[in-house]
């Protein structure tokens, strides 16, 4: 059964996914493709049934292997549920059974239609583009498309000659049979399937900025059309990566690559280890600038500490919003003050009747639920002083990398850090209180 009311029908509370060997090939010019995809399954209840999500591919066969033992596994794709695969293990398993399965498929991946518009594997002019959240990861692999199931990965993909495709974590093409040419990626860093991801397009590898001490290495693909102005664009990253460091601590994969698709995308997009943007983000304006700082920001927020609800995505979003008036004060254009006094008025000039920790599926990527979290990240700044905020935050990435985090949680750590600033517990929840569970913008915080 589904755990999140926000995308019914999607995941399971039964089973989580720790490792996904995946091997894909890509044909593009049919837009279709065929994996193998080696799923090392946790259930977390006794079952016989493993509920997976696969959005309209086919599949012709599953293997199950239990302490290396095979399984008579059967699975069904059922006709009026046409984006679950369910796995039936032949007799009940206990909680905590490791369940490898190979799973085989193919087909024409579509994105999945939403509240939010289509999710997914998305075909390109002349390329492909994944933009997983929050649901999408089921249009190209077999997955638990929850966050609370997270995974590491090694992904293996077949494409034409002539193209660059990228997936998540350290990668390098591994064989080469005619036109055709694979890539295999490592992503070590466990994570939710929507932030798995492929972009695929007549790209190149563009050498990002010097590199800084102490900055991961950051990579930058786009097509030779856009290269000169990608360079240009993203030229402020290793700086606003040494600031993120110096306020949240260690980054949290092995390497940052941004990929620039020949595109104009409405929205920029985090995946593991990875942003993606369009070409109408090379402007060189402070609306692409701050939308390079947020994608980036999510690394720590939303990639390593991620939500265990869509209701929360404040705890992502907050975040990635407030780090953009960070890097608006860490590259002198302004203050995180005037950015977030700004900010703050914006919001008030607008009614709003919903709460920051349920604003409703359609409404949880609406730009007021953006703004009211990174708000309320600043009025949480401003109770507990500078100082003592910096050391909260970066014990919350801390404590909470690759793992689930909710409000209730946050609560309970800004308690635990409230004596350092002499705040009371009762000051702490009239704070949270007043932000996360009611509609009303309270003053801006003084
Ligand atoms: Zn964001």
């Given at each position: 059964m589904s755990t999140d009311p926000y995308v019914p029908?999607?995941?399971?509370?039964a089973a989580t996914i720790e490792h996904i060997v995946l091997d894909l090939d890509v044909r593009l010019a049919a837009n279709r493709i065929a994996g193998t995809a080696v799923l090392h399954v946790r259930l977390t209840?006794?079952?016989r049934r493993v509920e997976l999500d696969l959005h309209r591919l086919r599949v012709s066969s599953v293997a199950a292997v239990v302490d290396g033992r095979p399984l008579k596994a059967s699975f069904s794709q059922p006709r009026r549920w046409p984006s679950r695969l369910v796995v039936d293990l032949g007799e009940s398993r206990s909680e905590g059974t490791l369940v490898e399965l190979t799973v085989s498929y193919a087909g024409t991946p579509v994105p999945r239609r939403s509240p939010w518009g289509t999710i997914g594997w998305e075909e390109l002019t002349d390329g492909v583009l994944v933009?997983?959240?929050?649901?999408?990861?089921s249009t190209w692999l077999p997955c638990v498309?929850?966050?609370v199931s997270r995974s590491t990965a090694d992904i293996t993909l077949t494409c034409d000659a002539g193209y660059l495709p990228v997936a998540n974590g350290v990668g390098a093409p591994v064989r080469t049979r005619g036109s055709r040419v694979a890539w295999r990626w490592r992503l070590s860093q466990p994570v939710p399937a929507y932030l798995l991801t492929v972009q695929i397009g007549r790209y190149r590898l563009v050498d990002a900025a010097a590199p800084v001490a102490g900055v991961p290495p950051l990579r930058l693909i786009a097509s030779p059309r856009t290269e000169q102005r990608a360079r240009a664009a993203l030229a402020p990253q290793p700086a606003m990566m040494a600031a993120f460091i110096d306020a949240?601590?260690?980054?949290?994969?092995e390497e940052y690559t941004a990929v620039v698709a020949d595109e104009v995308l409405e929205i920029p997009l985090e995946a593991a280890g990875m942003s993606l943007f369009g070409t109408?983000?090379?402007?060189?304006?402070w609306e692409s600038e701050r939308l390079i700082a947020h994608e980036m920001a999510h690394q720590w927020f939303?990639?390593?500490?991620?939500?265990?609800?869509?209701?929360?995505l404040w705890l992502h979003e907050g975040f990635a919003c407030w780090s953009e008036w960070l890097w608006a004060e860490a590259s002198g254009r302004s203050t995180i003050s005037s950015m977030a006094r700004r900010a703050w008025q914006r919001l008030a000039d607008e009614p709003v009747g919903l709460v920051?920790?349920?604003?409703g599926a359609p409404e949880m990527f609406e730009d007021w639920v953006y703004k009211r979290g990174a708000l309320t990240v600043e009025a949480l700044r401003r109770l507990l002083g500078r100082d003592v905020f910096g050391s909260m935050l970066r014990a919350w990435v801390q404590e909470n990398r690759f793992g689930t985090v909710d409000t209730p949680g946050l609560r309970a750590h800004v308690h635990a850090w409230a004596p350092r600033a002499s705040v009371t517990p009762a000051q702490v929840d009239a704070l949270f209180d007043a932000w996360t569970l009611r509609p009303e913008l309270p003053p801006f915080p003084g």
């Open positions: 029908g999607i995941g399971t509370d209840r006794q079952s933009a997983g959240q929050p649901h999408g990861a498309d929850s966050p949240y601590g260690p980054y949290p994969f109408n983000h090379l402007d060189g304006s939303g990639n390593a500490v991620t939500l265990g609800r869509w209701a929360d920051l920790t349920d604003p």
